[in-house]
């Protein structure tokens, strides 16, 4: 059964990438394309459900095909499955988003063939490495992600700012490389690079070593899912990308980052001191508060998503930040609990997040600019388009009943588990990790307010968003099953969380929670310390709306509705000048933390030549450098640059001085063989 | 015994409702008293949301279907609220349907929409009111979670049903430091959410000072009954927060009806009390201009931080 | 009566003196600080006579008394005079600002939690609960005197200061010999006047008691 | 602070009843309640609208709203936008610039509502009758149910011309 899943899963992919070779153009052609990653990605998910519920891993070893390091080896575990399945919820919709949205690059803007060869290979890379069982095939899968991705990214090559916010990417991802490989090999130690092997002869490492190797996966595994100050990438590479691969890059691609790391500290160290925990821990809080305060400050629609992701990987970071916590104080119910909020997040990251990426895609689709100050009054013309992206902005907000709130509930109920900690040193941030986290996501519905009332309410603020046009039906059909995801992830968390508990059970030594957070229909934090259900509220929301008018209407209340004219203080003509602008909606916000973002503003007046009194024109445009930017990659790419300078001396263009570098380093190397 | 936990729920939420545009107006009567005034008797908002019942609609002809159904939103996850906080009765038939973050989230769901409504018809002063709105709203949230944390510490729970029931064994809980700090910083972040001096004037006229009342000026008839409704509603359900939470004395913990009615005794003797507070506090501070609230927000939150850390190291 | 009141009572009358020194914090009018700081005193003066009285120790109400008409009455008024002296001089911007100080007021005192939990934890005092709002306030009124730019506004924050030590004194040991404790106060009112003339010598030198300007001086 | 309170209770309560003919206004305030069961009796929002007045109604107005007079023991209060209000309160003759914001003001007001100009100039335009910059009356523009003579009328009278418009408001709403 999962042998022939997988093998579809492979074949799928294979077909997809295929066809594109041949040209994937028309509609036959993008609709096959997508096929082969729609049946691939349903075929993972397939399989990763399989092997969830049935709880057998998936073992297929192929040493020949690879005569080194162990060859290729796979293995599925309910972890890795996991993470197959929300490969398997992005990848679907965005597969089918991608068939219509891809129609705008038939005009020879991008190439066709290369996107879809990419794409269905960027998705087989990702899932194999949920599937890989050695370090060899892990890097190898890690890197073929990295590098279909970066292709991805660099698909409308022809834009300004594409390929360098391509080599932002491939920078960053490939630093991540290098501390990822040198971790490995500490990790092995001498030995064999299987996976069964590392979690075996991982106890006798030293604790420097496990430390080191720690902190090394920490950190390349971070850059991947885009921690601060680790982050740099994705504001610059999101909005680069097409959107659907944006929605791929963002809502699945990042939390490998989420696996790796769970593997890493988890699964083959076994968990560790409080320390990492709180490293972790604070690592999120960091993440999540940056990411959503810069994301208030941007007005391009795909960098605000783009933060956002920083933000939630946050907010997933301090749900493992908690569960490692708990973990090294072998509070282990707790720390399933930290774990289990972490992989909520995730999948509804996932969700909402895909789905938001494709709603800015259908935006741009038909509006041509990603600058929310240039749209306006979209809800009446993309109607569908507008509620999808609503459903988006109230479930990332954390709005019950909808899935962030449940993911987030559960990471705040595993952070007021922290009472029960000995260490008084960590158990005092606990509050600071509580209140940070409702300050992110406060702030996240006030620029989820902003990112949807100034794209789509009101009157349009550009005659191309006042032309704007639904998105064709396959794009529509994309966001409605990640709307749907939404809906019933939020809907359902009494089932989630007993097959999270099932994911977990066993890895470093976690306890299986089946037991503890039983099937009713409510979620209970451990041992009744809270319950919600957000399936009876939602039930009871969904009554009121209904019961609330048909009691006004048996109370005979007036009925009458008459449209006129918006009042506006009665001021005559309308325009969209007039309305609050995206850049005002966050002013307040923007003051209240001046401090972080330091604005530089510029104003100029331009006077009437007659009179001071009369204005001609007003400049204002103010900017904020990110901090990290300023304090951290600024300095350091000078330093770089100020290095390559230096070295630009040896390089003169003379092919004689050339051959005497040869000659001096053969030299020297003589000299050095013979006497040292 | 099950059934009557349920009739007791909707006997709740209607006392909630009907108990909400009284409260309302007795700060309203005591306000005006205070300034020397005969005043509008308190039971004034009824009238009120008699006559909005009865009004036409004015709609913008910017708005969209999003403008329409707002109003129901706000009014109908405000009343969902008022199914999970214990106002006579603890705990609640309905008590493990959600906790206390489920109730600030709830209201926050309001406060979106709301949000949104106020940019729907495309106003400067629609927009403004949006985003003083959500930024008082994003920096009041961590007073509000640090707070439900020092609450949860001393009942070991966040539910709001066993908050009270602990509180009602353990009687010394009431007067520690801890406790104390939380009910002023609660207190606080109740003037923030619910729009009273000195974070929003509840009786201006001038738009520019306006946040709450900014976001619905386009509103009339029906759907300004409904807000105004919800808004009220809110008011109440802060101040039952404050005062069963922090309180709870007279609550009852049976279905034994004269326990219910010095239960609802006790509680509208709690409100009326809270409301003269208010009314003392909106006589006696001016407005704060906009951006020191953060200033007054960031002192509620060291004190629930305070609240938090005092408890954890009493434990 | 029981121990269980008393350490309630203690640590309710920390938290109190804590709340207002970070009045310091929040308000910007000298006329604040020193309403403040009286009644902060007085308070002092309280947990002063209720330790007295649990802990059966007669001097502590004499030190009480001196305290009340050291802090109560005679700097509070000489404060007024000073306020008098330079009407309109307003903590208008501090080097950070009332948002942030308080964030970082709270952040001291989760700090002061944290480096007395230890001595928490082994004492048995039925006091110990408010050792660490004692620390806390020790660093508020450090805290106030380095961000602070008015000469008046670091005076207040030393004498707030100053309480915080008198707290941490009495606290944690009910109340150290009386004649240590006169020669405290001594050393306060002195510390108070000396300040005192700077002040006027700072203002006729700059026009002005703001600290920043002492800068110039390097010049 | 305790001065401030202090002072607010020895003051009492300063509001005044409308002179000798109290009695008779109570009774037209139980009558209109009385004939206009169902709506605005006791609930009426006002949005004052001041078309070109010389702020000497306006002065009048503001006084209606202090402690002496105390509109809202009636419970007519003053709202910001006339999508809340039940009554326009004019003032002052139309002028240009004010002739559509006028307009779109009563349009924007939901029905039921009435209309009360107050001043003589919202009549006959006073001194300002002839200006290049007036329109005219104001029920040139828009319907007026009362008007309120007087240059300016006093509170009171202003207080029962609105008094007047509520009983003159159909029992019976279309």
């Known amino acids: 059964m999962t042998i022939v899943l997988f093998l579809v899963m492979i074949a799928a992919y294979g077909f997809g990438a295929f066809v594109a070779l041949l040209g994937g153009r028309g509609p036959i052609g993008r609709w096959l394309v997508a096929a082969g990653a729609v049946i691939g990605a349903g075929a993972g998910c397939a399989f990763g459900a399989v092997v969830i519920i049935s709880g057998q891993p998936f073992t297929l070893s192929i040493p020949e095909l690879l005569p080194i390091a162990g060859g290729l080896a796979l293995r599925l575990d309910p972890l890795g499955a996991f993470f197959l399945v929300v490969i398997g919820v992005g990848a679907i919709p965005a597969a089918i988003y991608g068939a219509g949205y891809t129609k705008a690059y038939e005009n020879g803007r991008a190439s066709l063939r290369l996107l879809g060869v990419m794409f269905n290979l960027f998705l087989l890379a990702m899932s194999l490495v949920t599937l890989a069982d050695n370090v060899l095939t892990f890097l190898l899968m890690w890197e073929g992600m990295s590098l279909t991705s970066y292709f991805l990214v660099i698909t409308e090559s022809s834009e300004d700012g594409t390929l360098r916010a391509g080599n932002w990417y491939a920078a960053m991802t490939h630093a991540g490389l290098a501390l990822l490989l040198a971790a490995f090999v500490l990790l092995m130690n001498g030995g064999a690079g299987a996976f069964a092997d590392l979690r075996s002869s991982a106890g006798t490492l030293s604790p420097e070593a496990r430390n080191l190797i720690f902190v090394l996966a920490l950190l390349g595994f971070g850059s991947k899912a885009g921690i601060v100050p680790l982050h740099v990438w994705l504001p610059r590479a999101h909005p680069a990308a097409p959107s659907h691969v944006s929605a791929l890059m963002s809502g699945v691609m990042i939390k490998l980052g989420v696996y790796g790391l769970l593997r890493v500290a988890l699964d083959l160290l076994g968990g560790g001191p409080s320390w990492w925990g709180a490293l972790v821990l604070g690592l999120g809080v960091a993440s999540a508060l940056l990411g959503v305060l810069y994301a208030l400050m941007e007005h391009d629609l795909k960098r605000l998503l783009a933060y956002h992701s920083v933000e939630n990987i946050g907010i997933i970071f301090i749900g493992l930040g908690a569960g490692l916590i708990f973990h090294s104080s072998h509070l282990m119910t707790l720390a399933a609990l930290g774990f289990i909020g972490g992989l909520y997040h995730t999948i509804n990251h996932a969700s909402f997040k895909g789905l938001l990426f494709l709603g800015a895609g259908s935006v741009l689709h038909a509006t041509g600019t990603r600058n929310m100050e240039e749209m306006g009054g979209l809800i009446k013309r993309m109607p569908w388009t507008a509620l999808f992206f609503l459903v988006g902005s109230a479930a990332i907000s954390a709005l019950p009943p909808l899935n962030g709130f449940a993911s987030e509930w559960l990471v705040f109920q595993s952070l007021l588990g922290g009472l029960n900690l000995p260490a008084p040193e960590i158990a005092l941030t606990i509050p600071l990790a509580v209140g940070m986290l409702a300050l992110t996501s406060g702030l996240a519905a006030a620029c989820f307010v902003k990112a949807f009332g100034i794209s789509f309410l009101a009157i349009p603020r550009s005659h191309e968003a006042e032309n704007a046009h639904e998105s064709p039906l396959s794009m529509r059909v994309g966001m409605m099953i990640l709307a749907l995801a939404c809906v019933a992830l939020g809907l359902a968390p009494f089932a989630v969380v007993p097959v999270l508990g099932g994911v977990l059970a066993g890895l470093g030594g976690l306890p299986d929670t089946r037991p503890v957070f039983t099937l009713d229909l409510s979620v209970h934090a451990p041992a009744g310390f809270a319950q919600i259900s957000p399936t009876w509220i939602a039930l009871g929301l969904l009554i009121l709306l209904v019961l609330v008018p048909l009691v006004m209407r048996f109370m005979r209340v007036n009925r009458k509705l008459r449209v006129g004219d918006t009042w506006g203080c009665g001021r005559i003509g309308q325009t969209p000048r007039m309305e609050y602008t995206a850049t005002s909606f966050a002013e307040p916000l923007r003051r209240v933390f001046a401090e972080l973002y330091r604005p530089t503003k510029e104003l100029s007046i331009d006077f009437h030549p007659e009179s001071k009194y009369f204005v001609k024109s007003i400049k204002y445009s103010s900017r904020i450098t990110p901090l990290f930017d300023r304090v951290l990659y600024d300095p350091l790419l000078r330093l770089v640059q100020r290095i390559s300078r230096q070295v630009r001396r040896i390089q003169a263009g003379s092919l004689h001085l050339y051959l005497m570098y040869v000659a001096v380093i053969l030299i020297l190397l003589l000299i050095a063989a013979r006497w040292f | 015994m099950v059934i009557t936990g349920y009739v007791l729920e909707i006997a709740q939420v209607i006392l909630a409702l009907l108990l909400a545009p009284g409260l309302a107006g007795f700060v309203r009567w005591l306000k005006a008293r205070l300034q020397n005034r005969r005043g509008a008797p308190p039971w004034q908002p009824y009238f009120e949301l008699r006559k909005l019942f009865g009004k036409e609609v004015v709609m913008s002809n910017n708005a969209s279907w999003l403008f329409r159904i707002a109003p129901y939103i706000i009014f109908a996850s405000t009343i969902t609220v008022t199914l999970l906080v214990p106002m006579i009765v603890a705990p609640l038939a309905l008590d493990g349907m959600g906790d206390l973050l489920m109730v600030v989230y709830l209201l926050l769901l309001g406060t979106f929409f709301l949000a949104l409504a106020g940019l729907d018809p495309g106003t400067a002063f629609g927009g403004m009111g949006a985003s003083r709105e959500m930024t008082v709203a994003a920096i009041a949230e961590p007073t509000i979670a640090l707070a439900i944390f020092g609450l949860a510490l001393s009942a070991g729970s966040t539910n709001l049903g066993r908050i009270v029931t602990q509180e009602l064994a353990n009687t010394a809980v009431t007067l520690s430091p801890g406790h104390i700090l939380a009910f002023v910083a609660l207190f606080i972040v109740t003037l923030a959410e619910t729009g009273r001096l000195p974070v929003d004037n509840p009786a201006t006229h001038l738009e520019l000072t306006m946040i709450h009342e900014a976001m619905i000026l386009e509103y009339s008839g029906r759907y300004l009954a409904l807000i105004e409704w919800a808004s009220w509603l809110k008011l109440t359900i802060f101040f039952t927060l404050l005062s069963n939470l922090f309180v709870p004395w007279g609550i009852a913990t049976t279905f034994d009806p004269a326990a219910l009615a010095v239960a609802v005794i006790a509680l509208i003797v709690k409100l009326a009390v809270l409301g003269g507070i208010i009314a003392v506090v909106e006589t006696r501070v001016a407005k704060l201009r906009l951006f020191r609230v953060p200033e007054l927000l960031g002192a509620s939150f060291v004190l629930a931080l305070l609240a938090v850390t005092s408890s954890f190291v009493l434990k | 009566m029981n121990d269980a009141l008393f350490s309630q009572l203690t640590t309710l009358g920390s938290s109190v003196i804590l709340l207002y020194g970070f009045t310091l914090l929040w308000r910007k009018s000298l006329h604040a600080y020193t309403v403040a700081f009286q009644w902060q005193s007085v308070m002092l003066t309280g947990l002063f006579l209720i330790i007295g009285y649990f802990g059966h120790d007669v001097e502590l109400y004499l030190v009480a008394g001196f305290l009340f008409i050291l802090k109560v009455l005679i700097l509070p008024r000489y404060l007024g005079k000073l306020e008098q002296r330079f009407p309109g001089e307003r903590e208008s911007r501090p080097y950070v600002n009332v948002a942030t100080s308080l964030v970082v007021a709270g952040l001291l005192v989760l700090l002061a939690y944290a480096i007395t939990r230890p001595l928490v934890l082994v004492s048995d005092l039925p006091t110990r609960g408010g050792l660490p709002l004692a620390v806390g306030l020790i660093f508020v009124g450090l805290f106030v005197i380095i961000t602070r730019k008015k000469a008046l506004t670091q005076i207040v924050g030393f004498l707030v200061m100053e309480n915080g030590i008198a707290l941490l004194a009495v606290l944690g040991t009910y109340g150290i010999p009386l004649i240590i404790e006169l020669g405290v106060f001594l050393d306060v009112l002195m510390g108070f006047l000396v300040m005192q003339v700077f002040v006027y010598h700072i203002h006729d030198t700059f026009e002005s008691i703001d600290v920043d300007q002492l800068n110039e001086l390097r010049h | ?174």
């Open chain 4, 1 to 174: 602070m305790p001065a401030l309170f202090k002072k607010i209770l020895q003051t009492g309560i300063v509001t005044e009843p409308l002179g000798p003919d109290e009695a008779e206004i109570i009774q037209l305030v139980a009558q209109v309640d009385r004939k206009v069961q169902q709506l605005l009796g006791r609930a009426l929002a006002i949005r004052e609208v001041d078309a070109g007045s010389c702020n000497g109604c306006e002065l009048e107005i503001t006084g209606l709203t202090g402690p002496v007079y105390d509109s809202e023991r009636f419970g007519i209060h003053f709202v910001a936008s006339p999508r809340h209000a039940d009554m326009l309160l004019v003032t002052g003759p139309v002028t240009r610039n004010m002739e559509v914001p006028l307009r779109k003001t009563y349009e924007a007001t939901p029905d039921p509502k009435l209309v009360v100009a107050v001043g003589d100039c919202a009549k006959t335009c006073g001194v300002f009758k002839g200006s290049y910059a007036v329109i005219g009356s104001i029920d040139k523009v828009i319907p007026v149910d009362v008007f309120v003579p007087g240059c300016p009328p006093e509170p009171a009278d202003i207080l029962r011309g609105i008094l007047a418009a509520l009983d003159r408001m159909p029992t019976k709403r279309t």
